[in-house]
């Protein structure tokens, strides 16, 4: 997948084949969901798997995550950035939960 002679950052080739892969993945997914192909507890498995897929392969495609030669500084901000999505997200759902219990009790 590296083209060694060009880089990544020469070669449009990764840009190409992460785009065509999720084109793919994104219309595998809406195919799914729309003709009612599988289950509810199956389908949402499915879904959340090709979304997680995606968001891999968008990683090394796009972000190049590990395919550097020192990736650790990369992969640190990488995970630093996704624990302080998942505070953000958790804290806004946490707070909204409390908030639709205490002000709208059924």
């Known amino acids: 997948m590296i083209d060694a002679h060009h880089g990544w950052n020469v070669s449009f080739k990764p840009v190409i084949l992460g785009f065509i892969f999720s084109a793919i993945l994104t219309f595998a997914a809406y195919r799914t969901a729309a003709h009612y192909h599988l289950s509810h507890m199956t389908l949402d498995f499915t879904l959340i798997g090709l979304a997680v897929f995606q968001v891999i392969l968008q990683m090394?495609?796009?972000?190049?995550i590990g395919l550097e030669s020192r990736p650790r500084w990369n992969l640190m901000m990488f995970l630093f950035m996704t624990l302080l999505i998942v505070v953000l997200v958790g804290g806004s759902m946490w707070i909204m939960y409390n908030l639709k219990y205490n002000v709208a009790p059924t």
């Open 60 to 64: 090394v495609f796009y972000f190049h």
